[in-house]
Structures are given as structure tokens and as C-alpha cells.
């Protein structure tokens, strides 16, 4: 089986752009979950999606959103982009729900952002 | 207030020796979850338990849901070994992580 993919690898952007990165989750797998890397908050939880709704919410602002289609892809959108989104954007996809944790994922290579 | 400690930050071992990264958190959980991420980026899921001890190769993870701890064992350490070892936990809709153990093991 095909891993988790996403696209694009690298993407610069100024300040004040928008960006949509795409994730494509391992066959089969109905959750994909959306995470930040930066190097001082470290990993942290944007949002997870199942059967094309939003499930689940970190504690980002509303520029943050993303959606899920009827094939599982999911995109992520951020909006009026700022210096601070510079990040590495990793998606995870597992076979249900991660609610309580207890389900594996797997996690795609990331989308490096930089935002200038 | 961070709901997951890990330690040590930063760890040198030399090539052959056994490795313990620790992890402690504050909140209630059904599993906790330990990561690898290799220079570059991509995460790989190494380990997921409730209880007890599992084993994959030479890596080991235990946890005490009572204390809420766990730890992570490699034995006969290897240069491929070096990475960044994460810890994360989920109490209900929330992910929380460990800041990372970066682990260097040298020839």
C-alpha cells in the first residue's frame, strides 16, 4: 500500500498570501488529523477529519481551516498568511477515528512552509 | 503548564549502548503514543500502548498508566538510531506532545 502523501513538498509565501496543502491518506484510512512543527512549540494539533467533517480542533485562530472529500484527501487551508505559519505542516491518516488516542497513524512526509 | 514532559532533551550515546528517554504526563489517557523523526522531517510511528510493555526489535516502550509514565528502551544502540524521539498522548479531542529527545549515537 501506497504511504500518506503531500503536496507540495516546499512552498515559500509572503505575508498575507493564502496557501492549501493537500494530503492523500493510505487507502482505506478515514482520518486524516493535521499537525504544526515549529521549533519552539514543537508539534501541535491543528485539526482531524472523518467522513468529511471536522471532528476534532486544536487551538489555532480561524485562518487555520481545512476540509475533507468523499475520497478521504483532505486540503488545509491557511489564510492572510503571517510570519509565524512559517512551519513544518504534517498530516496522519489512521483507519478510524482517534478519538481517546488508541489508533495507530501514519504520517506523511510534512509540507515545509515558509512564509516571508 | 505542559501536560507531557519528556527526558533527556538531548542525548550522546556511543554505538552499542542501552537508551532510556522518559516521558511523564499529567492528564488522564487511554494510550500514549511514541514517534520517531529522522533529520528531515518524516515521523514514524513506532510505538502504541495502554499498558504494560511492548517490543519491536531493539526498541522496547513500557508504561504505568497508574503513574503515568512510560519509557522507551533501546538496546544495542546503532548511529541509525539517531533521531528525535516524541511522545504524545490524547485525553479526549485534545493531541498533547512531548517536546522530543534528540538522540545522537555515535560510532
Known amino acids: 500500500k501506497a504511504g500518506v502523501t503531500q503536496t507540495p513538498r516546499y512552498l515559500i509565501k509572503t505575508r498575507g498570501q493564502q496557501v492549501t496543502l493537500s494530503c492523500s491518506p493510505i487507502s482505506g484510512h478515514r482520518s486524516v488529523s493535521w499537525y504544526q512543527q515549529t521549533p519552539g512549540q514543537g508539534l501541535q494539533f491543528l485539526f482531524e477529519y472523518f467522513s468529511e467533517t471536522q471532528r476534532n480542533k486544536g487551538n489555532f485562530p480561524g485562518r487555520f481551516s481545512g476540509r475533507q472529500f468523499s475520497n478521504s484527501r483532505s486540503e488545509m487551508n491557511v489564510s492572510t498568511l503571517e510570519l509565524g505559519d512559517s512551519a513544518l505542516y504534517l498530516c496522519?491518516?489512521?483507519?478510524?477515528?482517534?478519538?481517546?488516542?488508541?489508533?495507530?497513524?501514519?504520517f506523511g512526509p510534512g509540507t515545509r512552509l515558509t512564509v516571508l | 503548564k505542559n501536560e507531557v514532559e519528556q527526558s533527556p532533551q538531548n542525548l550522546t550515546a556511543q554505538e552499542g549502548e542501552f537508551i532510556t528517554i522518559n516521558c511523564s504526563y499529567s492528564?488522564?489517557?487511554?494510550?500514549l503514543h511514541w514517534l520517531q523523526q529522522h533529520p528531515g522531517g518524516g515521523i514514524v510511528s513506532l510505538f502504541m500502548?495502554?499498558?504494560g510493555k511492548k517490543k519491536h526489535g531493539r526498541l522496547i516502550a513500557t508504561i504505568n498508566i497508574q503513574e503515568k509514565h512510560s519509557s522507551l528502551h533501546i538496546t544495542a544502540s546503532h548511529p541509525r538510531d539517531s533521531a528525535v524521539y516524541i511522545c504524545a498522548v490524547r485525553p479526549g479531542n485534545q493531541f498533547y506532545f512531548g517536546t522530543g529527545t534528540s538522540l545522537t549515537v555515535i560510532p
Open positions: 492528564v488522564g489517557i487511554s494510550a
Open positions: 496522519a491518516s489512521s483507519l478510524h477515528l482517534t478519538s481517546g488516542g488508541a489508533n495507530e497513524q501514519f
Open positions: 500502548l495502554s499498558s
